[in-house]
């Protein structure tokens, strides 16, 4: 839920995070078939987390429909502001990118926040695509932008 206070910069004013993106939540998430996390650690303390699981298509319960073949859906990438600008996303992603590309997906997909500026360029820097223009998501209150890296024969692309 940390990460989510730094939304505050640019989602509407009142804006809060579900309920459930948090510690239960992604719990939940991490315990699903195929999820893989990661965690980022300085002095005893957890600074930066992400997490990947295999893409399903879209339901009205959210992404609860068919697996899809071949595709990675990043769902979490958060690091402490104490820790941005310091490596801390670029070294997470990589482990979760290396452990796709690993896992036999050949494209990754993700969602950031349209608002979300930094992400969105930090993600341009390592190899993602906008997929898509801006589009309203209810259940967040947000605009969220999808992005995606392609992978073959080991390699990005």
Excluded: C, N
Excluded at 78 to 98: I, P
Excluded at 116 to 123: I, K, N, S, V
């Amino acid at each position: 839920m940390a990460g989510f206070r730094t939304y505050h910069a640019f989602a509407p004013r009142g804006w809060q995070p579900p309920p459930d993106m948090g510690a239960e939540g992604a719990t939940k998430r991490l315990a699903r078939e195929g999820s893989y996390g990661v965690v980022a650690v300085d002095v005893d303390a957890i600074v930066g987390f992400a997490a990947y699981e295999p893409a399903r298509e879209e339901t009205d319960e959210g992404f609860a429909g068919p697996l899809i073949p071949g595709l990675a859906h990043v769902w979490a990438v958060f690091v402490a502001e104490s820790h941005w600008g310091q490596g801390v996303a670029t070294r997470l992603l990589a482990a979760l990118t290396d452990h796709i590309r690993t896992a036999g997906f050949v494209q990754a997909r993700l969602y950031v926040a349209a608002g979300q500026t930094r992400a969105r360029a930090f993600y341009t820097r390592e190899g993602w695509q906008d997929a898509t223009q801006p589009f309203m998501v209810e259940k967040l209150g947000l605009e969220l932008v999808e992005m995606r890296r392609s992978f073959q024969s080991g390699a990005a692309v």
